[in-house]
């Protein structure tokens, strides 16, 4: 009995496991796209890409605000040899110094690439030779402006527009990627629900032929048709047989497709919930065009290096150019000098009263750069950098003009595929019909078992293509929406500037 019992136990021990992994995911359109928007590799990539771009553009956009920096020099000792020569020879003495210091910069940059600072630093020296402490105190307010910002080349604007673009950029490849991995994944549900409706198909022309061929063989018995006719019977049902196994291997496979893209163990099963209705949209070609033209990611990616090689032209340019920068300031100074045995906080007190007193030192200076000779150097390179501005200049053209001609082709497949379902639609009810007719006719030996395959075969035929074409009909509205930017299901950008 214990035998027994261990026995049953470990049977339950090793099926758990299994009976655990095999989870049953219930799915449909919409939870297909959430799972696989939070697990893809590219998207995940993407988002972090979006995450850098907004950093670097919150720093762009920072450094036209003050900044306050600190530096501060711990006590620094030093002992230095001096050499000394008098009537009883040459000797050396040591010479030891502490040092410390302390100093602080609220600087404010200025929209012409030019900064206003105000910074005060204390620096102290205790010299032990001479037995003397010595304070300084200086506040400077100062005033820096290059020159070339005003007439060619400001690198805070740039640098700042620079950022602006590259962020907008990673936006856009956000929502084309998006976009993609919508179409892609719905692609491969849909393929997934043909697949399971066609085994549908299968298992309902399957079961027709079972009862075709019950009958045959009944009036074969009983002398009604020839031999031949119940054989072509048999045949017609081991081909049946055949295609319903087909469908189910197909079905399976595009099943493990569809988990592998959605991070589904393969061992799972799934459950897929769909509806195949559909609406009929009605879609404006020259509202398509303008906006594709508005909102492609190519285009305006074009459009953006187009910008950006024309700032590094401005950026090589002022390399040959005059340039120079305008320096000013004044200075308040003071300095104490006292013994060693004088407190430190005396010696502060002095250096700030003379501080106050002493007349300031000011001073104002014009730098001027003129390059004279550097045989074509910089002129090699401004053209070398017009050269890319025209090859972006060209592509943003011929852009334009693939994005035009690729949503005329989608449009019109798209108002054709919607003209072929519908067809296809009717089709399905006279095939239905047809058969239904020649079913009975069979059944009272109007007709021979040829023609009423015949029959089936059309009605499966048509069948298949009614799901083949609703569901390109599908896939093209998600192709016309990541072309256009538009969804013309809801009417509704998909980007609203």
């Given at each position: 009995?214990?035998?027994?019992?261990?026995?049953?136990?470990?049977?339950?021990?090793?099926?758990?496991?299994?009976?655990?992994?095999?989870?049953?995911?219930?799915?449909?359109?919409?939870?297909?796209?959430?799972?696989?928007?939070?697990?893809?590799?590219?998207?995940?990539?993407?988002?972090?890409?979006?995450?850098?771009?907004?950093?670097?553009?919150?720093?762009?956009?920072?450094?036209?605000k003050t900044r306050v920096d600190?530096?501060?020099?711990?006590?620094?000792?030093?002992?230095?040899?001096?050499?000394?020569?008098?009537?009883?020879?040459?000797?050396?003495?040591?010479?030891?110094?502490?040092?410390?210091?302390?100093?602080?910069?609220?600087?404010?940059?200025?929209?012409?690439?030019?900064?206003?600072?105000?910074?005060?630093?204390?620096?102290?020296?205790?010299?032990?030779?001479?037995?003397?402490?010595?304070?300084?105190?200086?506040?400077?307010?100062?005033?820096?402006?290059?020159?070339?910002?005003?007439?060619?080349?400001?690198?805070?604007?740039?640098?700042?527009?620079?950022?602006?673009?590259?962020?907008?950029?990673?936006?856009?490849?956000?929502?084309?990627?998006?976009?993609?991995?919508?179409?892609?994944?719905?692609?491969?549900?849909?393929?997934?629900?043909?697949?399971?409706?066609?085994?549908?198909?299968?298992?309902?022309?399957?079961?027709?032929?079972?009862?075709?061929?019950?009958?045959?063989?009944?009036?074969?018995?009983?002398?009604?048709?020839?031999?031949?006719?119940?054989?072509?019977?048999?045949?017609?049902?081991?081909?049946?047989?055949?295609?319903?196994?087909?469908?189910?291997?197909?079905?399976?496979?595009?099943?493990?497709?569809?988990?592998?893209?959605?991070?589904?163990?393969?061992?799972?099963?799934?459950?897929?919930?769909?509806?195949?209705?559909?609406?009929?949209?009605?879609?404006?070609?020259?509202?398509?065009?303008?906006?594709?033209?508005?909102?492609?990611?190519?285009?305006?990616?074009?459009?953006?290096?187009?910008?950006?090689?024309?700032?590094?032209?401005?950026?090589?340019?002022?390399?040959?150019?005059?340039?120079?920068?305008?320096?000013?300031?004044?200075?308040?100074?003071?300095?104490?000098?006292?013994?060693?045995?004088?407190?430190?906080?005396?010696?502060?007190?002095?250096?700030?009263?003379?501080?106050?007193?002493?007349?300031?030192?000011?001073?104002?200076?014009?730098?001027?750069?003129?390059?004279?000779?550097?045989?074509?150097?910089?002129?090699?390179?401004?053209?070398?950098?017009?050269?890319?501005?025209?090859?972006?200049?060209?592509?943003?053209?011929?852009?334009?003009?693939?994005?035009?001609?690729?949503?005329?082709?989608?449009?019109?497949?798209?108002?054709?595929?919607?003209?072929?379902?519908?067809?296809?639609?009717?089709?399905?009810?006279?095939?239905?019909?047809?058969?239904?007719?020649?079913n009975q006719r069979y059944t009272?030996?109007?007709?021979?078992?040829?023609?009423?395959?015949?029959?089936?075969?059309?009605?499966?035929?048509?069948?298949?293509?009614?799901?083949?074409?609703?569901?390109?009909?599908?896939?093209?509205?998600?192709?016309?929406?990541?072309?256009?930017?538009?969804?013309?299901?809801?009417?509704?950008?998909?980007?609203?500037?």
């Open positions: 009995m214990q035998l027994k019992s261990f026995i049953f136990g470990l049977f339950i021990f090793l099926i758990t496991p299994l009976t655990i992994a095999q989870e049953v995911h219930l799915l449909d359109l919409s939870k297909c796209l959430n799972i696989a928007s939070e697990s893809n590799f590219r998207m995940r990539i993407l988002r972090e890409d979006l995450s850098a771009a907004e950093f670097h553009l919150t720093s762009a956009t920072n450094r036209f600190m530096n501060m020099l711990l006590p620094s000792f030093e002992e230095t040899m001096k050499e000394f020569e008098d009537s009883l020879g040459v000797y050396y003495s040591g010479i030891r110094q502490l040092r410390f210091s302390g100093s602080l910069e609220i600087s404010q940059p200025l929209p012409t690439d030019g900064r206003i600072f105000l910074s005060s630093q204390l620096y102290g020296l205790e010299d032990f030779e001479v037995d003397r402490n010595t304070i300084q105190l200086i506040t400077r307010l100062g005033f820096e402006q290059p020159l070339e910002a005003f007439y060619s080349f400001n690198r805070l604007q740039a640098g700042f527009r620079e950022a602006e673009l590259n962020y907008e950029l990673s936006q856009k490849e956000l929502t084309r990627a998006e976009l993609d991995l919508n179409y892609d994944v719905s692609s491969a549900f849909y393929s997934l629900v043909s697949a399971i409706e066609w085994e549908k198909i299968s298992k309902q022309t399957l079961q027709m032929q079972r009862e075709a061929t019950q009958l045959a063989q009944n009036k074969y018995q009983a002398g009604v048709i020839a031999e031949v006719e119940a054989l072509q019977m048999e045949i017609d049902l081991a081909e049946e047989i055949n295609n319903y196994d087909l469908a189910k291997l197909d079905r399976i496979a595009r099943a493990n497709l569809l988990k592998q893209m959605l991070d589904i163990p393969l061992n799972d099963s799934l459950a897929i919930e769909s509806e195949l209705t559909y609406t009929v949209i009605e879609v404006d070609m020259e509202k398509a065009i303008e906006s594709g033209l508005r909102h492609r990611l190519e285009i305006r990616e074009r459009e953006i290096q187009k910008e950006i090689a024309d700032i590094a032209i401005r950026r090589t340019r002022v390399n040959g150019q005059i340039t120079g920068s305008i320096f000013a300031f004044y200075d308040f100074i003071g300095v104490g000098t006292n013994s060693r045995d004088t407190h430190m906080s005396s010696t502060i007190q002095n250096a700030w009263q003379e501080l106050r007193k002493r007349p300031g030192n000011r001073g104002i200076a014009l730098n001027i750069h003129i390059p004279i000779w550097d045989w074509g150097v910089n002129w090699a390179n401004v053209e070398a950098a017009r050269a890319n501005f025209h090859k972006t200049e060209y592509a943003w053209g011929n852009e334009k003009v693939t994005v035009e001609r690729e949503i005329r082709n989608t449009v019109s497949q798209f108002r054709s595929s919607l003209r072929r379902l519908q067809l296809l639609e009717k089709n399905v009810k006279i095939a239905m019909k047809s058969f239904d007719i020649s009272n030996g109007e007709i021979n078992s040829q023609a009423l395959a015949l029959d089936r075969t059309r009605l499966s035929t048509a069948n298949i293509s009614h799901l083949q074409a609703y569901f390109s009909y599908k896939l093209l509205i998600l192709d016309l929406m990541r072309k256009t930017f538009y969804d013309f299901e809801n009417n509704r950008p998909l980007n609203d500037e």
